[in-house]
């Protein structure tokens, strides 16, 4: 079974719901639990706040920790979850927020990082993902599956 497939079966088991918010996955992370036949049981918001006036204007990030951290950041990747799960009327909450390349990266943050936020309504996650890729296509791929598996680690643990 795919990791995507695992990861809506066990929404399903539990009977919960996920929400998205991604940024430099740009949908990808939404399409591999859509692309499950039944998702639609547990999966009902998605939003790619790429810019960062979506973040703050539609999602609901606070506007000063964009400013203050930077999108690519442990505050912003948490509170992308948050604002998913609220905002999504979901269990949880999952976002993406990242260089992809091959542009945009600096030695703070290179290209091949992303950070992942996880939401269950207690408590919030976050985890760095660094690639030291810059091939835009794979860095995206590997922090959609990444996200995938944070999101299963937490609902098998």
Known sequence: MKLN???????????KSVATAESCTGGLL????????????????????YANEVKWGQLGVNRETVERFGAVSEPTAREMAQCARCNGAADFGIATTGIAGPTGGTPEKPNGTCYIGFCDGERTLVKCVQTGLSDRDKNRSIFAAKALEFLKEELDG
């Open 30 to 49: 939404a399409k591999l639990i859509t692309d499950v036949s039944g998702a639609s049981e547990v999966f009902g918001f998605g939003i790619v706040s």
């Open 5 to 15: 497939e695992e990861v809506v079966a066990l929404l399903a088991q539990k009977h």
